[in-house]
């Protein structure tokens, strides 16, 4: 069974210190994994992999993938009030007759105290 | 402004009747997806479409239906079949197959 298993569940940090956000996953026909912000309502595409060891950045925010391992990383550094949220990793992978699709963890929810 | 859009924002429905959850997008985007999200879970694919006049069941299609008869609508009817309709519902589309998914802002359904 397709599995993506995120860690921490939550996480309460103070403004200023710098997270991970871990991912992992099984599934087979990987194609790519992506990371997705929720604030309140509808999730906002972050970044999406596919090629190991290459890291994506965008601003504070930082991503690697490591398909070997089957893992992914989400880092923010400097944190800020503004990076509350709830981080959601989602991989997709092929369906063997249509297409491909995503399966997401069940995400981490990150507080960021003054 | 080029996006999607859902509505209902709030939806209210007694047991044993049907609704049904628009969404639209003007993005020109060839796959559409409906996930439910509930509290403290993840996002469930309910039902997807790559193409216009095709669909398939995701992992929890039971008690839900779909169309999708233009490119830019895909619209989700949750039936008295489905046991516990109570739930976030998130619809997005996606330019290619393989590309990033970008979603509406929700439909918050409660059944009283």
């Known amino acids: 069974e397709d599995k993506v298993v995120q860690s921490p569940l939550s996480l309460v940090v103070h403004e200023g210190d710098t997270v991970t956000l871990n991912c992992s996953y099984e599934?087979?026909?990987?194609?790519?994994l992506l990371w997705y912000k929720q604030e309140k309502k509808a999730p906002t595409f972050l970044f999406m992999l596919?090629?190991?060891?290459i890291e994506k950045k965008s601003g504070r925010l930082s991503s690697i993938l490591d398909k070997k391992e089957l893992f992914s990383i989400l880092n923010i550094t400097a944190t800020q009030t503004g990076d509350s949220a709830i981080y959601l990793c989602?991989?997709?992978?092929?369906?063997?007759?249509?297409?491909?699709?995503?399966?997401f963890g069940e995400g981490t929810q990150l507080t960021v105290n003054p | 402004d080029g996006g999607i859009t859902q509505s209902p924002k709030y939806l209210f429905r007694k047991e044993g009747q049907n609704v049904t959850l628009s969404c639209e997008q003007n993005?020109?985007?060839?796959?559409m997806y409906w996930y439910r999200q509930d509290p403290g879970q993840g996002l469930r694919l309910i039902y997807y479409?790559?193409?216009?006049?095709?669909?398939q069941k995701g992992d929890i299609a039971e008690g839900y239906s779909v169309s999708r008869e233009k490119k830019e609508s895909f619209p989700l009817t949750v039936t008295s079949a489905q046991k516990n309709p109570t739930a976030f519902y998130l619809c997005?589309?996606?330019?290619?197959?393989?590309?990033?998914?970008?979603f509406g802002p929700g439909t918050r359904l409660t059944v009283l």
């Open positions: 997005a589309s996606s330019r290619e197959r393989e590309g990033p998914q970008f």
């Open positions: 599934v087979t026909n990987f194609r790519s």
């Open positions: 596919t090629s190991s060891g």
């Open positions: 989602a991989v997709r992978f092929l369906m063997e007759t249509s297409g491909s699709r995503l399966t």
């Open positions: 993005l020109n985007h060839d796959a």
């Open positions: 479409s790559q193409i216009v006049n095709d669909f």
